[in-house]
């Protein structure tokens, strides 16, 4: 086993460090003349031709990236996403006909919720896609079109890299639709893949700053309750840094939209208790920090994720995490490994078996 961390203490962090690599593999096979390719994958364009709507459905890390690609897909398409815990999709009667996209993610391939929700899709004649990591698992031979992640193998039961490269091949997907739809001409697509080619060398840059960031963490394996907050894609990151604090340190975390705090939450915040702020969006940025400061005010323990050229007061936050610059729509990348790094030493510092955390498995097949 130990020759198989390859050095590092834990899978949990070879895995965090392999992503540069597990990016690049998915990624650059995918990409011809500076656009999106799947043609290797025998995906046909035509599937994403003219679809006036698109379930996303997976469970746990995969929902949360299929959370993250709604906020992209959305906009730019103009037609409905829903992401839909597999779970309840079998049983929410879904609106699913053949012009709808069905997107299931799944790392292992094997989870049975999504394997059933996917089977419902084929059954209501849905076009469908599956982003799966295990090649010849049950969920990529059973849908009409895969595409294969290429992390490699997942060893932690806390999924870090399989949810990052999901990330990239749903923004290629994305891409796609946009190019076949003509809701992005050739330039912007182009552009678009420029931007996720950044996020590579981005992710690097934070996996330089882990001594920084086991410090900063200190304080979080003392607490009891930690607060993760955002808006928008900052908001679906949140919820992503907040599943992995609680997997695998066993400290309640829970997820906000930086704005509905106040509608209840905020009572929960009182001196020293620790908030993770993710404030990368510049849509947001002003109404994010004015969240940031009621919390502030109340006493939080403010670990502020922001992009390092952003001015902020440092009223706002105990310690800010520099996030390298990219695009808004790519911070995703940096900040979703900083919140990995973030949950990975909480653990560590607190003792717990960061790769087998209690209860958990890495593929559940139990409905
Ligand atoms: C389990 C794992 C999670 C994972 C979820 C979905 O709960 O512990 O890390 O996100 O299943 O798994 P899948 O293999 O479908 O992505």
Redesign the pocket.
Known sequence: EAAQKNGFPHFMLKEIHEQPDALHNTVAPRIKDGLPDFSSDGVPDDIFRGCNKIYII?????MHAGMVCKTMIEPLMRIPVTVSIASEFRYEDPLVDENTLVIAI???G??ID?LEALRLSRRCHARTLAVVNVKGSTIARECDNVIYTHAGPEIA???TK?YTVQLAALYLIGCKLGLVNAKYTLKQARAFIVSLQKAIPAIGRILEQENTIKKVVEPLSSAQDTFFIGRGLDYTLSLEGALKLKEISYIHAEAYAAGELKHGTIALITDGVPVIAIATQKRVMAKTLSNIREVKARGAYVILLTKENNVTDQDVYDVQLPLPELDDMFMVFPAAVALQLIAYYTSVNKGVDVDKPRN?????TVE
């Not at 997976?58 to 995969?62: D, E, F, M, R, S």
């Open positions: 997976a469970c746990g890390t995969a799944s790392q292992s094997e989870t999504t039961v806390a999924s399989a958990l498995a890495k593929s559940v």
